[in-house]
Structures are given as structure tokens and as C-alpha cells.
């Protein structure tokens, strides 16, 4: 297929668009640059041995990506783009309502006008909100965000789902992506953010690597078994390749689909510690805190729905996850 990626120099689009080459499907990269670099481009190729061509341009200016559309006849969309700093979106709301429906409303109307009819969206477990039960299923309620950057996820769903009732033959696929970790084998893509990390794999590649003192502990007084927040930990590049297999959802009759990517498997934080200490053979020191805001105690999801539906299967550990992200941090700078 000859796919757009939007966001496919950002950490889970870079993973994926490898994924993509190696199955021999035609890659083409939107992205404004605002959190990603260039040369990702070029360590794609050094990978895959193609270099997919890419576009500078932001997602919500129509012009620029009007340009994309008329010199390519694409069969479906990855869209990635999108800003994802949850405590920079309760700051700053208007931003995410902006760039993130916004781009996806203006990536929408350039899809009809071509007749390009096929979305898959990177939606978030955190449209689940706080979770009455786990696993987590698909049609499990969705609402009662906690911030904005979900809000958007939840409202971007909406809006996919009212466009393909509107607009018979298109077809969209959101994937509820649970927690991203590790990085390429190859060390050459991974997740690097340049303020301090909110997330907690990067934040402690950082600690591991020694450019932090010590990982702070959210809370130990949850309701699991250490008292620790328990997430399903998926590896990077399974979430890539749940991107190859999710095409296969355009084939479907359903005009709109959605699918858990984890692993179906929770971690507390304590044994993300203990695994990544093993992994690496060396010491994370921590120290228990609070709870931070708008956490909650569980959240993993069930995956059967991937499983039977799209063959998705994840292949790598926690503890594969936990030796790739360091080392992929003990690179950078
Ligand atoms: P990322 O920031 O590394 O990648 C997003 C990319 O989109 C960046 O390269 C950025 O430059 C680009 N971008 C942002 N706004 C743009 C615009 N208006 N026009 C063009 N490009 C734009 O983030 P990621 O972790 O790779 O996440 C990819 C997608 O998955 C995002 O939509 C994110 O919200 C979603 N998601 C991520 C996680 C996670 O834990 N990483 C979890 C759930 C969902
Ligand atoms: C967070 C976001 C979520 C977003 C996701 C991916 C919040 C409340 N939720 O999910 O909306 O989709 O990132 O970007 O921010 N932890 C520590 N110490 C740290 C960092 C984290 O103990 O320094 C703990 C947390 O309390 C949690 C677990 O580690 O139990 C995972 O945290 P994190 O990586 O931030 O992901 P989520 O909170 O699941």
C-alpha cells in the first residue's frame, strides 16, 4: 500500500514507519518538526535501507499538506501527529484543541476531497478515564478524561466516527495505545524527551544512564498488590507492528473499528524497577512520594479483540523493553 504517516518522525510514528518498509509498503512522512528531528529520516534508512520521503509541514495548515495530497495517490493515512505533554495541555488547552482536532479535521476534509478512505488513529487508554474494571475492554465506557490531551483523543474519536456515518466507503480504525516503552534494537530511534521526562520509562533511563539522581515513586498506598500504579508496558516496536496488522481492519465491513495494542499483562512500578535493574545489571535508586494528580491505580488492557481480529501477538518482554530504552538513552547526549 502506499501509506501518508502524519507524526512519522515522532517515537511510535519512527517505529512504525520501519515496520512499515520492511513489510514493502510505500511510506510518505508528514510532520511539522515540533517534537521530532530530521535526521530521523535518515536513521529510517540506515534501518530499512529506504528512505521514505518526507514533508515539513503542519497537519492543520491546508495548504501545505493540500500539496502532499496532489502529488501522491495514497490508499490509507497513519495519523500520529498530535501533542501528547498531559501537564502541558491542562496549561495550555486551547494549543491541544488546536493543533490536535484541528489537524485532524483539516488531514479529514483532504481525505474526501481525494478519495483517500482509509484512517487509522493513535487514540490512548486514557479514553477510558478512570476504569471501572481490568481488563480493559473496547467496549468498555469511554469519557470522564482527566485532561485535555485526552479530552482530544476522546473527542478526535468522536469525530472519526461521525465522518465515516456521514461519508459511506470510508473506513476509521482508532488503536488505544496503553504504555509505549523501549526503543529500536538498533539504538538508533527511541524516546528522548528534552525537558525532564514525565513518563516513566524515559525518567528512568535517565536515572539508569546517571543524568537524574533518583526515579520519585508516585504513591505506594494504591490498591495493588505493592501499592504501586500497575500499566500494561507495551514494547515499541510490537505497537509498530500492530500498525502493519490493523490495516488489515479496512478489509472489515465495521466503517469504524477500534482495538486495545498492550499486552494484556499489568506492571507496577516497583517491578518495572526491579526488571529494568535486571535487565541492565545495575541500581535504580527511588524514593516513594506522593500520588501524582490524576493517576490512577490500574490500568491494562484485555487484547483478545487484536488477537483474534488481526493475529496481533507481542513478541518482546517488559525486560526487553527496559535493556533497548537504556540503551538508546546511553546515546544520547
Ligand atoms: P511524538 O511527539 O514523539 O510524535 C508525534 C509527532 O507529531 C511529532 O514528531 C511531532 O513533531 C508531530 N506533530 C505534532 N503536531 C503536528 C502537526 N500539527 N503537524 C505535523 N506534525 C505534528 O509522540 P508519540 O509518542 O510518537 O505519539 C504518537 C501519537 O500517539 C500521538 O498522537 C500521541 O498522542 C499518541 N499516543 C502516544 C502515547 C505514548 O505514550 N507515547 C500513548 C497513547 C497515544
Ligand atoms: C500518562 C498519562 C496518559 C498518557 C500516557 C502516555 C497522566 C496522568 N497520564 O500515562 O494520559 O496517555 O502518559 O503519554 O499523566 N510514575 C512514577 N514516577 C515517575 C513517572 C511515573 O512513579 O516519575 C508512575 C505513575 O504514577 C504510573 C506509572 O509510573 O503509575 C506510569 O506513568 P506514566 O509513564 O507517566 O504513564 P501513565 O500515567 O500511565
Redesign the pocket.
Known amino acids: 500500500m502506499k501509506l501518508l504517516v502524519t507524526g512519522g518522525t515522532g517515537f511510535i510514528g519512527s517505529h512504525t514507519v520501519v515496520a512499515l518498509i520492511e513489510a514493502g509498503h510505500e511510506v510518505v512522512i508528514v510532520d511539522n518538526l515540533v517534537n521530532s528531528q530530521r535526521n530521523v529520516v535518515t536513521k529510517i534508512k540506515r534501518i530499512t535501507g529506504v528512505k521514505p520521503l518526507f514533508y515539513k509541514v503542519d497537519v492543520a495548515h491546508e495548504k501545505g499538506l493540500r500539496k502532499v495530497f496532489s502529488e501522491h495517490k495514497f490508499d490509507a493515512v497513519i495519523h500520529f501527529a498530535g501533542l501528547?505533554a498531559?501537564?502541558e495541555s491542562v496549561e495550555k488547552p486551547l494549543m491541544y484543541y488546536r493543533n490536535n482536532l484541528d489537524s485532524t479535521i483539516t488531514l479529514l476534509e483532504l481525505m474526501r476531497e481525494f478519495g483517500v478512505k482509509n484512517i487509522l488513529f493513535s487514540s490512548?487508554?486514557?479514553v477510558y478515564g478512570t476504569p471501572k474494571r481490568v481488563p480493559l475492554k473496547e467496549e468498555d465506557p469511554i469519557g470522564g478524561t482527566?485532561?485535555p490531551?485526552?479530552t482530544t483523543k476522546l473527542f478526535i474519536e468522536q469525530i472519526l466516527m461521525d465522518f465515516v456515518a456521514a461519508n459511506p466507503g470510508f473506513k476509521a480504525v482508532s488503536l488505544r495505545y496503553f504504555?509505549?516503552i523501549g526503543a529500536h534494537p538498533s539504538k538508533l530511534l527511541g524516546e528522548s524527551p528534552s525537558d525532564i521526562?514525565?513518563?516513566?520509562?524515559p525518567?528512568i533511563s535517565r536515572v539508569a544512564n546517571g543524568k537524574l539522581s533518583h526515579?520519585?515513586?508516585?504513591?505506594d498506598d494504591y490498591e495493588t498488590p505493592d501499592g504501586?500504579?500497575?500499566?500494561d508496558y507495551v514494547h515499541v516496536m510490537d505497537l509498530a507492528y500492530g500498525h502493519l496488522l490493523a490495516l488489515k481492519a479496512f478489509e472489515f465491513d465495521h466503517a469504524y473499528n477500534v482495538y486495545n495494542l498492550g499486552t494484556g499483562k499489568g506492571t507496577s512500578?516497583l517491578e518495572?524497577v526491579h526488571l529494568y535493574e535486571k535487565a541492565n545489571r545495575l541500581k535504580i535508586p527511588y524514593v516513594i512520594g506522593p500520588?501524582?494528580s490524576?493517576?490512577i491505580a490500574e490500568?491494562f488492557a484485555d487484547i483478545s479483540k487484536a488477537k483474534t481480529e488481526l493475529g496481533f501477538v507481542p513478541q518482546y518482554t517488559v525486560k526487553d523493553a527496559c535493556r533497548h530504552a537504556y540503551l538508546f538513552e546511553k546515546k544520547q547526549k
Not at 521526562?197 to 520509562?201: D, F, K, S, V, Y
Not at 526515579?215 to 504513591?219: I, W
Open positions: 501528547k498531559v501537564d490512548s487508554a486514557t482527566t485532561n490531551y485526552g504504555n509505549p521526562p514525565n513518563n516513566i520509562m525518567y526515579l520519585n515513586v508516585f504513591g504501586t500504579g500497575i500499566r512500578v518495572l500520588r501524582r490524576g493517576d490500568s
